[in-house]
């Protein structure tokens, strides 16, 4: 399983940048899907994430009404769009899948993509 994450970038503060995530060579559905990200000398947090079944979300409290995580129907690629953006928003943002199958959980990470927001 693969998850390739691409529009990352340097953008000003106020700017947006769109964050996409394609997931390949799986052969099962996720259960959750959505984004961490993670500051230099801090741990990685959650940003946003999307449910497979009704698509219910749920957003760190620093970015509610500023970003807006979605997917496709084929539930195969996830997105992040980042509106309003700050300088605190910097950090690598890492594509997230789980799978839950007989109690287990099987997280996938993505590689990560840069996001730098200059003041």
């Known amino acids: 399983v693969q998850l390739v994450e691409s529009g990352g970038g340097l953008v000003q503060a106020g700017g947006s940048l769109r964050l996409s995530c394609v997931v390949s060579?799986?052969?099962?559905?996720?259960?959750?899907m959505g984004w961490y990200r993670q500051a230099p000398g801090k741990q990685r947090e959650l940003v946003a994430v999307i449910g497979s079944g009704d698509g219910s979300t749920n957003y760190a409290d620093s970015v509610k009404g500023r970003f807006t995580v979605s997917r496709d129907n084929a539930g195969n690629t996830i997105y992040l769009q980042m509106n309003s953006l700050k300088p605190e928003d910097t950090a690598v943002y890492y594509c997230?899948?789980?799978?839950?199958?007989?109690?287990?959980?099987?997280?996938?990470w993505g590689q990560g993509t840069q996001v730098t927001v200059s003041s």
């Open positions: 997230y899948a789980l799978r839950l199958r007989l109690g287990l959980r099987f997280p996938y």
């Open positions: 060579g799986s052969t099962f559905s996720f259960n959750t």
